[in-house]
């Protein structure tokens, strides 16, 4: 990796004053932190977009390293170059089998040094050359083999910035995370892996190549701190240079751009004497919440706020939670509920239901699924994981605001009789209309997945919408985020009745969604419990959904009028200790005209789902 440490004197001097407080370019100084989030992860993210696929490299790692101690032993030869590599890789042998890998490789930091050792140590052992020996061929084969799955050195760097950017999403301790800890939430959580002087330089070239200068020379001050006693000469006059050189551009940025910048922060004095001298600086107010007390003075429920301030609140509600954010007149009508929409089976063992917020309505449902249900969904995924991408079917791309991995669940299929359901049931050539049903389609439903099938109908006895039709809704969609995974804020639904699918464009998708309408409602279960991190945050309303194994949120997504609600736009947090699995279940909105009607006034533009179930007899608290 190369620190950047050198710009042009012109395009600092471009750009001075012009970014300093005032005006309208306060914010776009503001929210530095969410304007790098969206670039931190490269290309090559793959290898770390899953936890699930994290784990299959551990255990790999597992035998790789019982097979490395055991080639180094028998190569006398070549004992002395192998076993370097060893010594600093696995300098107590093998790794030791662990109960719970998922959980293991979940922490970032024990994930941080199992990529430090198959990635850079790996490299710069030459080892690639080493294992193509042709001594003891069998077990040369097998390291090589499973060498070739190992972490580049981009995966590293990856991974690097993924751990700067959950320090600044948490703000986390530095000299914590260098003793091996992650403090969250008033707990700790050890990890195996214990970061070195030379590691902890590498994090710190993360956070000033990502613009965190503040951070960043904070990690090369702690390296310098504990290599002080070391007898590795070379390495400390390297780390001296790098905090050297840092603190003298941080100095420049600070002068020339100020504090915060859209690409920078800084400290808010500088390092050098002389010009910490100067009068800017004597009057500095170090006060570290300036920015947050600036996202604080933003209101909730205002749909016009500018994109990146959005991103600032729903970055502040992962760091701190909504307690400051929502007031007793925005919960007043909020509460936990039993619902059984009158079926006298479910007064029976009705729905554990939490509102979260009552227009749009957001509402948990606790316990939903069971733990062979979500034992089932996640053994089906694993195999199937595919990278994450967003957009219609036409367009769809893979983004870097969307950390994840994804496999669909199909629960249902329907085999029409030709009889009944003429050659045109898939529209044809420039056809846009919705293509005919039989009379009764429900004849022709055959259940792919029993399980699936099972979630899908109670989700409909629960919410009391329809999903088992053929254009009620799709399949499931299962997702594992991986180390660092997020998904930054979005809406769900695509903006059918907005006019933002064009029907020449994206032809395909218009067709579909001519048929089925747009997401009406979002059904999000959440198939792991995740130890720190990965809440589903609604920065527009103040909601945080912490996520519980078995549990679902649910929310409105569409206005009355079919077009789509900007104040349920919502995101996920980085995921900082565990690993997060979900399942989403998306609501067409055509075949619920009987379930969800439109209120016959015009100026209710969002639905009462919560007056409408109390209404209806349907809960009781």
Request: proline share 5%; aromatic share 10%.
């Amino acid at each position: 990796m190369v620190l950047v440490l050198c710009e042009s004197a012109m395009h600092l001097q471009r750009d001075n004053l012009k970014n300093r407080f005032h005006g309208k370019n306060l914010w776009h100084l503001l929210i530095i932190i969410v304007a790098i989030q969206s670039s931190v992860f490269g290309d090559n993210a793959d290898l770390f977009s899953s936890i699930s696929d994290t784990e299959r490299l551990f255990e790999i790692e597992i035998q790789f390293s019982r097979d490395i101690v055991t080639y180094v032993e028998a190569l006398e030869n070549h004992a002395k170059a192998i076993r370097k590599y060893v010594d600093l890789a696995y300098p107590e042998g093998p790794l030791k089998d662990v109960p719970d890998k998922e959980a293991f490789v979940a922490n970032p930091l024990n994930s941080f040094g199992m990529v430090k050792r198959l990635g850079p140590h790996f490299l710069d052992h030459d080892m690639a050359n080493l294992l193509a020996d042709q001594t003891l061929m069998e077990l040369q084969t097998k390291l090589s083999n499973n060498s070739k799955v190992f972490p580049t050195a981009s995966n590293f760097e990856e991974i690097v910035i993924s751990l700067s950017l959950l320090q600044e999403t948490y703000q986390l301790n530095s000299s914590d995370l260098a003793d091996g800890f992650i403090t969250y939430d008033g707990q700790k959580y050890q990890s195996d892996f214990r970061l070195n002087p030379r590691d902890m330089m590498e994090i710190g070239i993360g956070a000033t190549n990502s613009g965190w200068w503040d951070n960043g020379i904070r990690w090369f001050q702690i390296a310098e701190q504990k290599q002080r006693n070391s007898t590795d000469v070379v390495f400390s006059k390297i780390l001296a240079q790098k905090v050297r050189e840092g603190t003298i551009y941080h100095d420049k940025l600070l002068d020339q751009r100020g504090q915060f910048g859209a690409t920078h922060r800084c400290f808010p004095v500088p390092f050098d004497k002389k010009l910490k001298k100067k009068k800017k600086y004597k009057k500095v107010k170090q006060n570290v919440n300036y920015i947050r007390e600036k996202i604080l003075q933003q209101k909730l429920f205002h749909a016009e706020i500018p994109s990146q301030v959005k991103k600032a609140m729903s970055f502040d509600m992962c760091s701190n939670g909504v307690r400051e954010w929502r007031t007793p007149e925005h919960d007043r009508r909020l509460r936990c509920a039993f619902i059984h929409h009158q079926d006298p089976y479910f007064r029976l063992g009705p729905f554990k239901v939490e509102v979260l917020n009552e227009t749009p309505f957001v509402s948990m449902f606790h316990n939903f699924m069971h733990d062979a249900e979500m034992d089932h969904y996640k053994d089906y995924a694993k195999p199937n994981l595919a990278r994450s991408v967003t957009g219609l079917a036409d367009t769809q791309a893979r983004v870097q605001t969307r950390t994840s991995k994804q496999a669909w669940l199909a629960e249902r299929w329907f085999t029409f009789n030709i009889t009944e359901a003429s050659a045109s049931t898939i529209p044809q050539n420039n056809d846009l209309s919705p293509p005919p049903l039989p009379f009764e389609p429900m004849k022709y439903a055959v259940d792919l997945d029993v399980p699936g099938a099972n979630v899908a109908r109670r989700i409909k006895y629960a919410t009391g919408l329809e999903t088992e039709r053929p254009f009620s809704g799709e399949s499931f969609q299962i997702a594992n985020y991986g180390l660092g995974g997020q998904y930054q804020i979005h809406l769900d639904g695509l903006g059918f009745f907005d006019g933002q699918i064009n029907p020449h464009r994206e032809k395909t998708q218009f067709k579909h969604n001519n048929a089925v309408g747009d997401r009406l409602a979002t059904f999000m279960a959440y198939l792991t419990d995740v130890e720190a991190g990965g809440h589903t945050v609604f920065p527009l309303l103040g909601v945080s959904a912490k996520p519980e194994k078995g549990s679902a949120i649910f929310w409105i997504n569409l206005h009355t009028t079919g077009k789509r609600d900007e104040l349920t736009i919502h995101g996920g947090c980085p995921v900082l200790v565990g690993s997060k699995w979900i399942t989403n279940k998306w609501i067409y909105s055509n075949d619920q005209f009987q379930k969800l009607t439109c209120p016959l006034s015009e100026s209710e533009a969002r639905y009462p789902v919560l007056q409408r179930w109390l209404d209806n007899g349907a809960a009781f608290v």
